[in-house]
């Protein structure tokens, strides 16, 4: 069983959609929990970054962690066609540096 | 600010060819990481370096690989020989120390086939 279990889709919504990407994890030293967002043939950006439980909102994109679940998501209102790219959620303990990513859950956003 | 530099952007080998990647980080970030990114996989840690310390190689496959970063900025991974399953895209990442670890920024990487 990998540590962070990610539905790799494809997922496809219709433009201004509201879109939910969820991950599941193993290991409770994980303390730090980010989303990148990756398009064709380009790195990760960092998208969102957590600590512990709880919410963060950053314009479109909302981060929900739920430690006593161990389940992160992430949230987007209004989606527009430049959303389309791999989202990937990765996370660490309090070691810091290895983050541990899911496999990506392609994104597409139709016009 | 420039990003993460790397080079090349493609390769393309015969198995048993060596191969070597490039990085340079961005200005003033002291840790380094190496990745490879399986096709439809999230990107798994080779190596991380502090300064020219390599404190986590554990993910290393040492038998061909090998990495350094001699000056503490820019570095350099080496695959001898390469093999077929060596096919991926290799990502560097850079990042701050300390509490910003966690915050790292990547290159556009390194798409390498094996034929």
């Known amino acids: 069983q990998k540590e962070v279990e990610q539905d790799p889709g494809p997922l496809s919504v219709p433009e201004g959609a509201i879109v939910s990407l969820n991950c599941t994890y193993s290991n409770s030293a994980f303390q730090y929990f980010m989303w990148y967002r990756q398009y064709s043939r380009k790195g990760p950006e960092l998208l969102m970054y957590?600590?512990?439980?709880g919410n963060k909102e950053d314009g479109r994109f909302t981060a929900q962690v739920d430690k006593s679940s161990k389940y992160i998501s992430l949230f987007i209102r209004d989606s527009q066609p430049s959303d389309s790219a791999t989202y990937l959620c990765a996370m660490s303990d309090n070691q810091g540096g290895k983050l541990i990513f899911g496999q990506g859950t392609e994104l597409s956003v139709k016009p | 600010e420039a990003g993460v530099v790397q080079s090349p952007r493609y390769k393309i080998i015969e198995k048993k060819q060596p191969v070597a990647f490039w990085c340079n980080p961005i200005?003033?970030?002291?840790?380094l990481y190496w990745y490879r990114q399986n096709l439809g996989q999230g990107p798994e840690l080779l190596i991380r370096?502090?300064?020219?310390?390599?404190?986590?190689d554990s993910q290393l496959p040492k038998d061909r690989f090998s990495a350094e970063r001699l000056k503490g900025v820019d570095s350099t991974l080496k695959i001898q020989p390469a093999e077929l399953g060596d096919s991926a895209v290799y990502l560097c990442?850079?990042?701050?120390?300390?509490?910003?670890?966690?915050?790292?920024?990547f290159g556009p990487g390194t798409r390498l086939t094996v034929l």
């Open positions: 370096y502090e300064n020219e310390e390599a404190v986590d």
């Open positions: 957590t600590y512990s439980s």
């Open positions: 990442a850079s990042s701050k120390s300390g509490p910003s670890y966690n915050e790292q920024f």
């Open positions: 200005s003033g970030h002291n840790t």
